[in-house]
């Protein structure tokens, strides 16, 4: 039994207003490719397929054409998908009877049955070898919302909700399975321990009450194929409990990740061996380290120019950063002229400013609002207005209202 494990696609995604469907769409044809040549069982995608939760009808196509295509190459492959933080837990679901017909399974919400207990039994899987006999269980764990774990018969503790899930679920798996078949988890969290980027996952609830301990995966549990952290790792150096981290880097604190697929075996109810496919990257994210508009512009000057022949799609994407002494009106046309007839594409500028404030403020330096997360400029904004710092209650309800904003497109 050998399964492929991939996470945080983002279809749909923009790098501060450009497309990345060039990127994702080389990406997708390098996994069929690698479908075709490793002849995997299952491949399991562990949410946030979508960067929103209304994605692009572009983004839509991606991958409904990719499950076609797949299934069509791969006529036995098992495929399943949960939702993570950024997609909609119902719009995942939608095409689930149209989907199952192409032995791909998509869950994006859990349900209670009318005695509270957990609906464990369409989360779920079984997944067939080769020989089309159940060789291995899917336990399937999409992106748990606060509403979905909480309420009358559950308590308003949202981590005990969650582990009332993985409790009910796991029991329900070993009950289910048969001596042989192995217990794989998929599931979209934040394991206490793992890496976290820069700026491009965002933050699920808040602080550290948002980690999950490693704990409510038991040893009965072969693998677990986690999604929402971009960078690959190991959960607590433990062999069975990885990230895959995403396909392609999905803002520039990425650019230094090994982005992979792992390939992952199994003999019977045992992990044997897990082994990263490395993606080959089909455009560039460059930066250049702040420093003076001067050092800068000569920096453009030494880019590389067009090649005419070239493909402009597999231009680098450029973010610049320069440190200023003062605000510069005409920053953006120096730079762009510095640019003309060079082989890259623009994507962002950021300025820093030395502080102005007296001597001992020389590090104070403006951010913009695009390098704050909604959480931080919250409290920035109340510190500057009450003179305290916010309290973590009041953080958790910001939170909470913050949910319900970015969730405010979806359809029930
Ligand atoms: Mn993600």
Redesign the pocket.
């Known amino acids: 039994m050998r399964l492929f494990h991939t ?2 696609w ?1 279809l749909g995604q923009n790098l501060h207003g450009q497309e990345r469907d060039f990127e994702h769409a080389c990406f997708l044809d390098w996994l069929l490719a690698q479908l075709k040549l490793h002849g995997p069982d299952v491949l399991l995608i562990a ?2 397929i979508f960067d929103t939760v209304n994605p692009p009808l572009k983004a839509q196509e991606r991958l409904y054409d990719f499950i076609i295509s797949a299934h069509e190459q791969n006529p036995k492959l098992t495929l399943v998908m949960i939702a ?3 997609d909609s837990g119902s719009r995942i679901e939608l095409p689930a009877p149209l989907m199952r017909r192409l032995r791909t399974h998509a869950l994006g919400r859990v349900l209670w049955l009318d005695d509270g207990q957990l609906d464990a039994e369409r989360l779920l899987i079984p997944l067939p070898d080769a020989k089309g006999k159940t060789a291995a269980w899917c336990l399937a764990l999409p992106f748990l919302r606060p509403a979905e774990v909480t309420g009358a018969h559950l308590g308003d503790d949202y981590l005990r909700g969650i582990g009332q899930v993985h409790e009910g679920l796991i029991a329900a798996a070993n009950a289910k399975r048969k001596k042989g078949q192995a217990l794989i988890a998929i599931s979209h969290a934040h394991m206490a321990g793992g890496s976290v980027s820069e700026d ?3 933050s699920l609830i808040i602080g550290n009450a948002e980690a999950l301990p490693a704990k409510l995966f038991d040893k009965s549990v072969a693998y677990v194929a986690l ?4 960078k690959p790792q190991k959960v607590n150096g433990e062999e069975r409990m990885r990230y895959s981290g ?1 396909p392609i880097p ?1 803002s520039f604190s990425e650019i230094g990740y090994k982005h992979q697929i792992l390939d992952v075996t199994f003999q019977g109810e045992r992990l044997v061996g897990v082994e990263p496919l490395l993606i080959p990257r089909s455009v560039n994210l460059q930066r250049l380290e702040a420093a003076p508009l001067a050092d800068i512009l000569k920096a453009l000057a030494d880019l590389p120019d067009i090649d005419l022949l070239a493909d402009t799609q597999r231009q680098p994407w450029l973010e610049v950063r320069v440190r200023l002494d003062e605000p510069q009106p005409d920053l953006r046309q120096q730079i762009e002229t510095a640019l003309q007839g060079k082989a890259v594409r623009l994507v962002r500028i950021a300025a820093e400013y030395a502080g102005k404030r007296g001597e001992d403020n020389n590090d104070e330096r403006l951010i913009e609002l695009d390098q704050l997360t909604p959480q931080e400029l919250f409290s920035r904004a109340w510190l500057e207005s009450y003179g305290n710092e916010v309290d973590e209650q009041t953080l958790k309800d910001f939170a909470v209202l913050l949910q319900e904003v970015q969730q405010a497109d979806e359809q029930p």
């Open positions: 996470s945080d983002h949410g946030d993570g933080n950024h491009s996952e965002r999604g929402h952290l971009h995403s999905l």
